[in-house]
């Protein structure tokens, strides 16, 4: 059974950063496609970034060249570094992992951006 845990949201103001994490067990880490998906109140969830094997990793518009993705294979643990965060950042950032033919989620980690 795949096991995925998200932590590290918090509060924080309108530029500041903050790095979430995502621990994965129960499969083969270093192959697997991990993303980030965020969904805020009212709204879809919506792609963030995503880290495939071997790949360059791809962001949304609204959070390229503010958010980087990162994955330490030996510690099975994705990452999203978020720098110069903005309001409409706020929102329940989840963790995906892909493992055909079975896609996992976590439980989410709440982001909340001050102005």
């Known amino acids: 059974q795949v096991r995925v845990v998200e932590s590290g949201g918090g509060l924080v103001q309108a530029g500041g950063s903050l790095r979430i994490s995502c621990v994965v067990d129960?499969?083969?880490?270093?192959?697997?496609?991990l993303d980030w998906y965020r969904q805020a109140p009212g709204k879809q969830r919506e792609f963030v970034a995503a880290?495939?094997?071997?790949?360059?990793?791809v962001y949304a518009h609204s959070v390229k060249g503010r958010f980087t993705i990162l994955r330490d294979n030996a510690k099975s643990t994705l990452y999203l570094q978020m720098n110069t965060l903005k309001p409409e950042d706020s929102a329940v950032y989840y963790c995906h992992v892909s493992d055909p033919p079975r896609d996992y989620w976590g439980q989410g980690t709440q982001v909340t951006v001050s102005s």
């Open positions: 880290s495939s094997s071997g790949a360059s990793p």
């Open positions: 129960g499969t083969i880490f270093e192959f697997r496609d």
